[in-house]
C-alpha cells in the first residue's frame, strides 16, 4: 500500500483545509490514521477510520475542530481541519494498516504504511 498526502499549506488563524490521502493498493478492512508531528515533538495521533464500517475515533485535542472521513470508491481519506490554530502547525501524515480503529488512541506501532507528509502552517 502507498499513501500519498496533499493539501496541506499556509493559512491564517480561524481558516480551514481540507488534506487528503489517496491509497493505491487495497486498504479493504484497513485502518487508516491521521498523524501530525511539530517541530520538535513526537508524531502523536489524532483520528483514524476504519474502512469496514466507518468507525471513526478522533482525539480530544482536535475534537469539534477536524474531522474524518473516506471514500471508499476513491480509495481517499480526509481530515478537515476546521478553526486552524497556530499551534496546528505541523506536517501531517496518513498511515494505514490492517485491522480496525481503536476507540481510545492511536499511537505510531499500529500502522504498517506511512505517506511522506503534508506541511500545515497556520500563521497570521
Known amino acids: 500500500v502507498q499513501l500519498v498526502e496533499s493539501g496541506g499549506g499556509l493559512v491564517q488563524p480561524g481558516s480551514s483545509l481540507r488534506l487528503s490521502c489517496a491509497a493505491s493498493?487495497?486498504?479493504?478492512?484497513?485502518?487508516i490514521g491521521w498523524f501530525r508531528q511539530a517541530p520538535g515533538k513526537l508524531r502523536e495521533g489524532i483520528s483514524c477510520i476504519s474502512t469496514r464500517d466507518g468507525f471513526t475515533w478522533i482525539d480530544d485535542s482536535v475534537k469539534g475542530r477536524f474531522t474524518i472521513s473516506i471514500d471508499n470508491a476513491k480509495n481517499t481519506s480526509y481530515l478537515q481541519l476546521n478553526s486552524l490554530k497556530p499551534e496546528d502547525t505541523a506536517v501531517y501524515y496518513c498511515a494505514a494498516a490492517p485491522g480496525y480503529c481503536s476507540d481510545y488512541e492511536l499511537p505510531t506501532y499500529v500502522m504498517d504504511y506511512w505517506g511522506k507528509g503534508t506541511l500545515v502552517t497556520v500563521s497570521s
Open positions: 493498493g487495497s486498504t479493504f478492512d484497513y485502518r
